[in-house]
């Protein structure tokens, strides 16, 4: 099964394999940490016969590498589920964890805790709110998917498995596993359709592809903002610098030309990011007091072995960029500093200056725009050694993986507002709402639509805003939705761009036509379709069916959540 490590023979003795205990160890491993586990014990326990007399740490080969193993048994031991869990296994934990919780035998926070669930309610979430999720396998479903999938590609992380040579940004099981989501959400769409009030229907898949969840559209529509805001730089005396900003060594697992780090600390990637984002919160915070302001994008992508890095597009006044540059450097110092190199490689920055007359502010992100979507423009892949689009695929499987923010706007206007005011194809009498509306119709351009609603001092304080209003219908959990933007409003004026409710239907199956005209297929309808509001394409979920009562849910004595584990059988006892 596993390709082994050749050892040469050497005074008559064989080479030696992992016994019972140590295989049913390695038996239980993903196929890629599994062939390394096994050629890694091979290596160790027979390094002997190479070099009679070798110890390592003092201890015989042969213990040595059973000490590897029991460390790693110990590792899978915390991961309070098995490494090798389908997908089938975790949705059937999820209904009986549903089970066990509407029966009120578990306390669904102290499993949540248990199995590592980041649970972060709603601010209008209620006592029987919490309840509803508690006792909906959907909700365990995915957040079991989540906590896994996450778990498992940290542990290959720590072990090596993921870096340049090997397989970079993330382990080949977790793209397989994304790919596979993607694939089932396509086929999804693809049997779907979207209805109006009106009888109207849209395929859900072209609505999809005309949207910005098409990765060729959304990397457009980046770049027009991108060309835009560097419009608005010329246009008022802003100049530009480019960061990149990256985690200290005690966040990176493996070195690039291979081996362990040895500062390496433990964290993973969604550490990484956090640590990240508090350094910018602190750079935010200085720049608002001292009355400095920036604009510009933010773009995260992964390092070889998938810890995440920063390139900052910033616009700021001339007599500014020393300043911003200092907050930065000092922020990302602020700990670590002591790490060789860090003064070096860090932070960096690329400015804009007269030695560069050619440099363009767009063409330098653009390169990380399109090598983390779709990979347009990107010949190679300089981290990882691969095809711009085999990269970008990496890329974007990872933060989607690990739950990683890829691009963020810094300053300006909302693109929320940007997007509704395309909605409105035709001219409209409101000439502040006109004013805007023009600029986002064929040729677009962001700079003068920034301009037409205040301008970049104005941010997110436009002329026009969004017109919000509070949806009727609760989630499927009883809880009042969030308000949805139904239109665009002034001061005098309001345009509604949202005047269709829409639902969404399946695709009837062969032999099931004759069922769409019938009484009962308006019933059907309305028990598996969902509203999705004013000209919403995102899908939301219908009402929960049952009517569950407010009461809360006690736990029973003793460790319930380890009863809990046992009953839905994803963690397997250790051999």
């Not at 498992?152 to 790919?179: C, F, N, P, Q």
């Not at 700021?316 to 922020?331: G, M, Q, S, T, Y």
Request: overall charge positive; proline content about 5%.
């Amino acid at each position: 099964m596993f390709q082994t490590v050749q050892m040469r023979e050497a005074r008559g003795r064989a080479p030696v394999f992992p016994d019972r205990w140590g295989q049913a160890i390695i038996n239980r491993l993903p196929p890629e940490m599994a062939r390394q586990a096994h050629d890694r014990w091979v290596a160790v326990a027979n390094s002997g016969i190479r070099y009679p007399g070798i110890r390592h740490d003092g201890l015989a080969p042969h213990a040595k590498a059973n000490g590897e193993l029991a460390r790693l048994r110990n590792e899978l031991a915390q991961l309070k589920f098995s490494v090798a869990v389908s997908a089938a296994e975790i949705a059937d934990a999820a209904l009986k964890l549903a089970d066990l919780c509407e029966r009120r035998a578990f306390s669904g926070v102290k499993i949540a805790e248990h199995f590592g669930i980041e649970v972060k309610w709603p601010k209008n979430a209620t006592e029987d709110s919490i309840r509803r999720r508690f006792c909906d396998a959907r909700w365990w479903r995915k957040q079991l998917h989540t906590v896994i999938g996450r778990a498992i590609e940290e542990m290959h992380r720590r072990r090596g498995l993921v870096r340049a040579g090997k397989a970079v940004y993330l382990t080949d099981w977790s793209l397989r596993r994304w790919r596979g989501r993607r694939a089932a959400n396509s086929r999804m769409l693809e049997d779907s359709v979207a209805v109006n009030e009106e009888g109207a229907t849209l395929e859900l898949w072209d609505v999809v592809q005309k949207s910005v969840s098409n990765p060729e559209l959304r990397r457009k529509e980046m770049m027009l903002r991108a060309r835009g805001f560097e419009q608005q730089a010329r246009d008022n005396g802003y100049t530009w610098t480019f960061a990149t900003l990256t985690c200290p060594s005690a966040f990176h697992p493996q070195m690039k030309k291979g081996g362990d780090n040895s500062r390496y600390q433990g964290g993973t990637v969604r550490d990484g990011q956090a640590w990240l984002c508090g350094r910018w919160e602190g750079v935010r915070a200085s720049l608002h007091r001292e009355g400095v302001m920036i604009f510009g994008f933010r773009v995260a992508e992964p390092n070889h072995d998938g810890t995440p890095h920063w390139h900052a597009l910033l616009f700021v006044r001339p007599d500014k960029v020393d300043r911003l540059e200092e907050l930065l450097r000092n922020a990302w110092l602020a700990e670590y500093a002591d790490e060789p190199g860090a003064a070096e490689h860090r932070v960096s920055f690329a400015r804009e200056n007269a030695a560069r007359p050619g440099s363009s502010a767009a063409g330098y992100i653009a390169k990380y725009i399109g090598k983390n979507i779709d990979g347009h423009g990107v010949d190679v892949d300089h981290e990882s050694s691969l095809e711009g689009a085999d990269g970008a695929e990496r890329a974007t499987a990872w933060a989607s993986v690990h739950g990683v923010r890829q691009f963020q706007q810094i300053g300006g206007p909302a693109v929320a507002l940007w997007r509704e005011c395309r909605r409105l194809r035709d001219p409209i009498a409101p000439p502040e709402i006109e004013a805007a509306r023009v600029h986002t119709s064929k040729p677009a351009c962001w700079a003068k639509f920034i301009d037409a609603i205040g301008g970049i001092v104005a941010g997110r304080k436009t002329a026009i805003q969004p017109w919000k209003k509070l949806p009727l219908d609760l989630n499927r959990y009883g809880e009042k939705r969030a308000p949805a933007i139904i239109g665009i409003r002034s001061i005098a004026h309001r345009i509604r761009t949202r005047v269709h409710v829409w639902r969404i239907e399946r695709k009837p199956k062969a032999g099931e036509a004759w069922f769409l005209n019938s009484g009962a297929a308006t019933a059907a309808c309305s028990r598996s379709s969902s509203s999705l509001g004013p000209v919403s394409i995102t899908v939301r979920a219908r009402q929960h069916p049952a009517a569950l009562n407010s009461e809360g849910f006690t736990c029973k004595t003793g460790p319930c959540e380890r009863k809990a584990v046992q009953a839905v059988r994803l963690h397997q006892p250790d051999p």
